[in-house]
């Protein structure tokens, strides 16, 4: 699923390329992923695009009339052509669910592999029209966002920090990759409550957030969309690096599964030599 730095790193690509462009076609090729109707998708027709932006792991374009705010989810991406192709989408029997052609003849697809669709784009007057965007917690590249912040919002909150990172709600753009990257940085069990954590725990919680956000961001920066992916992959200590060794202290790196996914952890670095319990309602094994 992109996450933060790699939708930063969309936002960065598409404002430089289509800034000052017109939409001159949207065409929907599934419409399922469209969970709107008012505006209606035409209305992008003939507007001239102001700005990208982001609001946690979703990205905004801004017109000169609606917005359109999409969300990748976990198996979509954006592909981005200098010279948008001419050959007809057929709805039903294409990985596209929206094409947009801009006056310059470039545009891009949002697509989604798979057969479970999650991916969901909105036309609306103002990004914050959206559910998900509404919802969002603070950004943590924001300046504003603190360890005091932080702090604030983990005391009393009996959940495991894993779970916290991820929950937009709380904190906007750190899903299953950044938070398992984040937690071995921190030194961190996925499993510690969020209430447990003392203040030299919250302040290396933040400190390891910063860092690894920003030096995903800083990695991301200047890439085309079709290097965003192999970017992140590289950049990966732990998520995703199962059986590998921890570059940190050469111990095995370790996964637990759930249902639809899978965090990563080195033992050494992270839960004392301690493994975690690989099953649904997970516990350190004593």
């Known amino acids: 699923m992109p996450e933060m730095p790699e939708v ?19 065409m929907v090729a599934n419409i399922a992923a469209l969970k709107t109707y008012d505006p209606p998708i035409d209305s992008l027709k003939d507007t001239e695009i102001t700005g990208v932006s982001r609001h946690g792991k979703f990205l905004d374009v801004a017109t000169t009339g609606p917005h359109l705010v999409f969300h990748l989810a976990k198996a979509g991406w954006l592909r981005w052509y200098d010279q948008l192709p001419t050959t007809i989408i057929k709805p039903g029997r294409t990985p596209i669910a929206l094409r947009v052609a801009l006056s310059d003849g470039s545009g891009f697809d949002l697509t989604e592999a798979g057969t479970k669709k999650s ?8 990004a914050s029209d959206v559910p998900g965007v509404a919802r969002l917690g603070p950004d943590p590249l924001d300046p504003s966002f603190s360890s005091d912040v932080l702090a604030g919002m983990l005391a009393g909150r009996r959940t495991q920090i894993k779970g916290v990172l991820r929950d937009q709600s709380i904190i906007a753009g750190i899903g299953n990759a950044y938070s398992d990257e984040i937690l071995h940085a921190a030194k961190m069990s996925p499993y510690a409550l969020a209430s447990s954590l003392t203040e030299e725990d919250v302040d290396r919680l933040y400190a390891a957030t910063i860092a690894t956000l920003t030096d995903a961001v800083a990695e991301a920066a200047g890439k085309p969309p079709a290097d965003l992916k192999d970017a992140k992959r590289r950049g990966m200590q732990v998520h995703g690096r199962r059986g590998e060794t921890c570059p940190v202290c050469g111990d095995s790196v ?15 670095c992270q839960t004392g030599g301690k493994i975690l319990a690989d099953r649904r309602l997970s516990r350190l094994l004593k």
Request: aromatic residues 14%; charged residues 20%; glycine residues 8%.
């Open 8 to 26: 930063q790193g969309l936002v960065d690509f598409l404002a430089g390329r289509t800034t000052g462009l017109r939409i001159t076609r949207a």
């Open 119 to 126: 991916l969901a784009f909105y036309v609306v007057r103002e």
């Open 254 to 268: 370790r996964s637990v599964f759930f249902a639809d996914n899978s965090l990563e952890y080195c033992a050494t």
